[in-house]
């Protein structure tokens, strides 16, 4: 099944999750981002002209050319929250595979590598990487260990309901704890149906069946949470 959620467990048992991004809105952020930089570029090159067209005027723009198409990706993904004028544009960002901010590093290692996705034309190195693992990595995102995530509202975790927590009736594992408090958080995103469906699963901790046993996680995940 195709499934874009990235999850991390950080200590303490605690599920961090993001939703990865395929090659359609990465390239329209990319094609947002080019013609930002050819309007930057075609104002640099006016600029120039004074200096003339060679010597230490082409000089000059080909310096300026080569700090623009690389330095462009990377102060930004670094000093802009993992995000190019494009990527905000779509709702994405740069993030290590850990959950946490890029840094100059691992940014500079995944802008360099543009270089061999490009190949062997029209970045066609890169998208046949991405369309081979499941979390649209391409090989500067390998290397890097980088991937590129939604941050649009609708792909945070929704938020917990106003509910009466309640204690197990039995010592549960630390996988069983996350599992019920991942259920109650993401409950408003599923039908009733499928949370019957899931609860009826843990029957043996809540004793109970459909409502009554849906109704039983969301006040036990409530409590794991602290909401006493």
């Not at 039908?191 to 849906?214: C, F, M, N, W």
């Amino acid at each position: 099944m195709l499934d874009t959620r990235y999850r991390v467990e950080i200590p303490g048992g605690i599920n961090l999750d993001a939703q990865v991004v395929g090659p359609i809105p990465r390239f329209f952020a990319f094609a947002i981002d080019l013609c930002i930089r050819g309007v930057i570029i075609f104002v640099l090159s006016l600029m120039s002209i004074p200096f003339g067209t060679f010597g230490v005027g082409g000089g000059f723009f080909l310096i300026l050319l080569f700090a623009i198409e690389w330095l462009y990706p990377v102060l930004f993904e670094v000093f802009w929250r993992g995000q190019t004028p494009g990527k905000k544009a779509l709702g994405i960002s740069v993030i290590n595979d850990d959950l946490t901010p890029v840094s100059l590093g691992t940014s500079l290692v995944r802008n360099l590598l543009r270089t061999v996705d490009f190949l062997p034309l029209f970045y066609l190195a890169g998208l046949v990487t991405m369309l081979s693992n499941r979390h649209f990595q391409r090989l500067g995102d390998l290397a890097a260990g980088t991937l590129v995530i939604s941050v649009r509202e609708s792909a945070r975790a929704a938020p917990v309901p106003d509910i009466e927590p309640l204690a197990p009736s039995t010592p549960l594992l630390r996988t069983e704890q996350t599992s019920i408090i991942d259920f109650l958080q993401r409950s408003p995103q599923l039908s009733g149906p499928r949370q019957q469906e899931l609860a009826d699963i843990l029957e043996g901790v809540t004793h109970q069946k459909g409502d009554d046993g849906v109704r039983q996680l969301h006040r036990i995940g409530a409590w794991f949470l602290g909401l006493r």
